[in-house]
């Protein structure tokens, strides 16, 4: 146990360093979803507090989307049983995507309107920096959803201005593999929230299940397949692409 939460903090540790994420006096402002990446990423910044050499505050957030499905108070509690101070929002975001008739596709829409609801916070408790569970699986994803669906090379960045204004994103755990996450998670008692009223949905169709799944499937042919392509995302070659911004023309 002890092993894989200490691989898990050696990524962290490296990727915070590495992308400046976090600097002295920083009020952090933590998504935390109830899932088992950020309730994993919330002991890995407890631990770092305790030390790093750097002095950082945090606080949690919750957003209740009000889903029949999901239930918030196992997490309160949780949070309240290891020190956790958190904040617990309720977004009637359930009914707005039932009202503007996107229960098709309802992640684009929820994850707008949670973003939403999390800048508001931040803004209130002057935080300088939110906090999000996006671990190297999730970039990759990413990544290939941008070239699948022709919208740029692009992935969510470790450290980068969150919705152009002051408040900026990092991304601790991007060096981390989900299946690490799960390992290190084992031994932990995470509270079971529930699921999503398009949960099941997600699962069979989402774009984003499905490029989850190809990755697994493409991990046997090429063994390693996500550590290459955190390599490849951190060595850019504008010179071998097509974008005429890049490229010496004459
Ligand atoms: N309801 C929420 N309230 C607060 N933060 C959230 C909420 N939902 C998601 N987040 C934040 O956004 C991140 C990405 O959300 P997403 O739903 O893509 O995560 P996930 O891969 O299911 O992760 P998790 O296991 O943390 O739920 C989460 O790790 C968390 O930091």
Redesign the pocket.
Same mark, same amino acid.
């Given at each position: 146990m002890a092993d894989h939460f200490a691989q898990l903090c050696r990524l962290t540790g490296q990727a915070v360093t590495d992308y400046r994420m976090i600097e002295d006096g920083d009020r952090l402002l933590?998504?935390?979803?109830?899932?088992?990446? &950020?309730?994993?990423?919330m002991h890995l910044l407890t631990r770092l507090q305790q030390r790093a050499p750097v002095k950082f505050e945090l606080f *949690?957030?919750?957003?209740?989307?009000g889903f029949k499905g999901l239930n918030p108070q196992p997490l309160v509690h949780y949070a309240e049983a290891n020190g956790w101070p958190i904040k617990v929002?309720r977004a009637p975001i359930a009914e707005l995507i039932l009202e503007k008739k996107a229960d098709e596709r309802p992640?684009a829409l929820c &994850?707008r309107l949670?973003r939403g609801?999390?800048h508001g916070y931040a803004e209130e408790i002057k935080a300088d920096k939110l906090?999000? *569970?996006?671990?190297r699986d999730?970039l990759c994803v990413s990544l290939l959803m941008g070239l699948f669906r022709g919208t740029g090379l692009k992935t969510m960045g470790p450290n980068v201005s969150g919705d152009g204004g002051k408040l900026r994103v990092i991304r601790p755990m991007c060096y981390a593999p989900?299946d690490l996450?799960e390992s290190a998670a084992e031994p932990f008692d995470f509270p079971d929230l529930g699921n999503c009223d398009y949960a099941e949905q997600l699962e069979t169709s989402g774009d984003?299940a499905r490029l989850e799944r190809l990755l697994k499937t493409l991990e046997t042919d090429f063994p390693g397949l996500g550590k290459s392509m955190l390599h490849s995302m951190k060595d850019l070659r504008p010179g071998h692409l097509l974008d005429k911004k890049y490229l010496k023309l004459n």
């Open positions: 933590v998504g935390i979803s109830g899932g088992v990446d &950020s309730m994993m990423l *949690g957030i919750h957003i209740d989307e929002v992640c &994850s949670r609801f999390i906090v999000l *569970g996006h671990h999730d989900k996450i984003r």
